[in-house]
């Protein structure tokens, strides 16, 4: 079983900058995707940035030019880098991650973090 460690997150002002962390644990697991999705009030869970083997790097069109996303410099971490934050950034940003349980098990499995607010005021 994996397990997720959210970072980051708070309370800024628009046009600021915050990071966050996402780094997964367990034992022999293999990493096929990972990223944030967020959920603002009232609204749809939405992708945010994605780091996916199979096809690459994935962003909200509202996210693009402003967000990246990298891997860390510890195994099986995400950095989410975000830059001009707006208002309408801010919501409850989760990680999630889909993965092989081991090199035995062909059937990927979904983990998703407990979440961290991000709050962005004009």
């Known amino acids: 079983q994996v397990q997720l460690a959210e970072s980051g997150g708070g309370s800024v002002q628009a046009g600021d900058s915050l990071t966050l962390t996402c780094a997964a644990s367990?034992?022999?697991?293999?990493?096929?995707?990972m990223g944030w999705y967020r959920q603002a009030p009232g609204k749809q869970r939405e992708l945010v940035a994605s780091?996916?083997?199979?096809?690459?790097?994935n962003f909200a069109d509202s996210v693009k030019g402003r967000f990246t996303i990298t891997r860390g410099d510890a195994e099986d971490t995400v950095v989410l880098q975000m830059n001009n934050l707006k208002p309408e950034d801010t919501a409850v940003y989760v990680c999630?991650?889909?993965?092989?349980?081991?090199?035995?098990?062909?059937?990927?499995?979904?983990?998703w973090g407990k979440g961290t607010l991000v709050t962005v005021s004009s």
């Open positions: 999630a991650t889909e993965y092989l349980p081991s090199v035995d098990n062909p059937s990927p499995k979904e983990y």
């Open positions: 367990g034992s022999g697991f293999k990493i096929i995707a």
């Open positions: 780091l996916d083997i199979r096809d690459g790097r």
